[in-house]
């Protein structure tokens, strides 16, 4: 840098001796418009000093629009104050030019550096609006003020203004003051110092320099909203509506809600209702067997000797016989009366044509009715494990109740009744087992197949307590009746219709009815004290002896004096049986044809 000439001792300052930094009273002025003088106070151990008409160093501002910055001293130094050429005390901080602004900048206290200096009247065409940077020497300066000494003012530069910045301890203040516009510039932080600022002793007027002063330095207008800013404010305000929406409906609609849960609903109710349909049915379906069957089944109401019942029937033929269980008709006897009421509702007096205990089968008839429609009979030997079927009754008085389910079993040997201990009452059946519910009441009702006819009379339930009993009894359903197989009721009937009485088949022998062994043992000695073995029976003419054990009859298995009953009660009088029986630990097969109960 070039040697300045000898500094003189400013005028206007208190200070201690020291070197300052003068620019020389009566120098001619910067004539580069728009221009501003920059001073930077020293330490005291020396200044630079900028000579006029020196290049200054790159990055001095003195292109257009130039304004004047001043660095003050630290709080420090208290004892410099900056002075106004000419004599005239210029307060610090304080605009003197209309349209200027004063920046001044406070420089920290614990910088030791000396600043550099930038020398005055130098353009430099890269600081935008001539802002001249002027750096504070720090703290630790002994108090040496900066004084600006300027020869001529430019008044004629256009668009300057006075910019002033207060960087010390308490921060920056810049506004308008006094019609003046005070733009704010951050201050530049030096290595251990902070930028002063002193005002511009000269008002250099310029009706655009406070527009163009602060126009880089802050916004005047309103904030730039970007389109992403715009879209996020959208969003937020959709959402907002969105939530505020969704409260208020849940609201109303809580509101409503209540409303209508303690009131009932709004007006007259009105419930949806299918129309009108045709009433046939598939013939095939249970509502159809039941539509076919429910004409031909009568409630039969019993009383006599004391005791009542309600029982089940189905009417055989057109004349007026009805088919019902022994056990409906028995509380009767020879005098009592019996009612039939038809699923019509008409009734009609009935009197008992025949009944037989063994097979717990009896047949009434009623007078004065016509028009009867009987129905119709299918084969037992035709229904299989699976078949579904429909049982017909009264259960508990309740007439025309319709039930269903499958066969459950075939051939399956019960007995039922015995209440007068001398067996004169126990039936033996071989019996359809079928899980359609049967209880108290539909007993002597029909159980019929798929073409609503008859294969079965339901006869008996197994009870909770294991006992199959007549269903006349109290105890319900637990998916187990029994109904007797309807070739075997069909024989009897006619039997009953014909002759009043129903003939059973049998072997001609007596059975050891106590044997616990699996089969059925020959008793040693026949029941009224004859031989065991009729003379002349079915069984002697096969060659049955006295401890023969029966174990199997037409190849299946019997395990009681029960089931061999029951087996043979199956057939008619007249029909063949093989028998396989043991004798001495030796097993033979005869053959024999069943005799009559009444006959040899």
Request: a negative charge; glycine letters at 14%.
């Amino acid at each position: 840098m070039p040697t300045p000439p000898p500094a003189a001792p400013s005028p206007h300052t208190g200070a201690p001796p020291a070197a300052q930094d003068t620019a020389p009273l009566g120098a001619p002025a910067p004539t580069a418009p728009h221009e501003a003088a920059a001073q930077h106070a020293a330490p005291p151990a020396a200044q630079d000093a900028a000579p006029f008409g020196v290049p200054a160093p790159q990055g001095t501002p003195t292109a257009p629009h130039e304004a004047t910055a001043q660095h003050a001293a630290p709080p420090a130094a208290l004892a410099a104050q900056d002075a106004a050429p000419f004599g005239v005390p210029a307060p610090q901080g304080t605009p003197t030019a209309p349209h200027e602004a004063a920046a001044q900048h406070a420089a920290p206290s614990a910088a030791p550096a000396a600043p550099d200096t930038a020398p005055f009247g130098v353009p430099d065409p890269t600081a935008p609006h001539g802002a001249a940077a002027l750096h504070a020497a720090p703290s630790a300066a002994p108090a040496a003020p900066d004084t600006a000494s300027f020869g001529v003012p430019a008044p004629t530069a256009p668009h300057e203004a006075v910019v002033r910045q207060d960087g010390g301890p308490g921060g920056s203040d810049a506004g308008p003051r006094d019609g003046v516009a005070v733009a704010a510039i951050p201050a530049q932080a030096h290595p251990g110092a902070q930028d002063a600022a002193a005002a511009d002793p000269w008002g250099r007027y310029d009706p655009w320099a406070a527009a163009a002063a602060a126009a880089p330095l802050q916004h005047a207008g309103p904030a730039v909203v970007s389109e992403k800013h715009k879209r996020r404010r959208a969003r937020r305000v959709l959402i907002g509506a969105a939530l505020t929406l969704a409260l208020v409906s849940g609201v109303i609609g809580g509101a409503v809600g209540v409303y209508l849960e303690r009131n009932g609903g709004v007006g007259t109710v009105e419930l949806p209702q299918a129309g009108k349909e045709a009433s046939g049915r598939d013939p095939g379906s249970v509502a159809g067997i039941a539509a076919q069957a429910l004409p031909s089944v009568v409630t039969l109401h019993v009383s006599g000797s004391g005791e009542a019942g309600t029982g089940t029937g189905f009417v055989l033929d057109g004349r007026g016989h009805i088919l019902t269980n022994n056990h409906v008709v028995e509380p009767a006897g020879d005098n009592g009366d019996i009612t039939v009421t038809f699923n019509s509702g008409d009734t009609a007096e009935a009197t008992v044509v025949g009944r037989d205990s063994g097979y717990d089968l009896a047949v009434v008839k009623v007078k004065g009715v016509s028009g009867l429609t009987p129905l119709p009979l299918g084969n037992s030997d035709n229904v299989r494990v699976g078949d579904p079927v429909v049982a017909i009754g009264a259960p508990f008085d309740l007439a025309g109740t319709v039930t269903s389910g499958i066969i459950s079993a075939r051939e399956r040997p019960i007995t039922a009744g015995g209440e007068k201990g001398d067996g004169s009452d126990v039936s033996y059946v071989d019996a359809l087992q079928t899980d359609a519910p049967i209880n108290p009441g539909n007993s002597g009702g029909p159980l019929l197949d798929a073409q609503a006819r008859v294969v079965g009379i339901n006869s008996a339930i197994r009870s909770a307590d294991g006992a199959a009993t007549p269903d006349g009894g109290q105890s319900g359903s637990i998916g187990l009746g029994f109904a007797i197989p309807i070739n075997q009721g069909k024989r009897v009937a006619e039997e009953l219709i014909n002759t009043g009485k129903a003939v059973h088949p049998v072997i001609g022998i007596t059975l050891d009815m106590d044997y616990s062994g699996d089969g059925a043992r020959v008793a040693a000695k026949g029941g009224d004290g004859g031989p065991p073995v009729s003379t002349g029976g079915p069984g002697a003419r096969a060659g049955i002896k006295a401890g023969d054990v029966i174990t199997e009859v037409d190849g299946r298995r019997v395990h009681s004096g029960e089931e061999l009953i029951v087996k043979t009660r199956a057939h008619r009088p007249g029909d063949q049986l093989e028998l396989t029986l043991e004798r001495d630990g030796e097993e033979r097969t005869v053959t024999l044809t069943l005799g009559s109960s009444g006959g040899g």
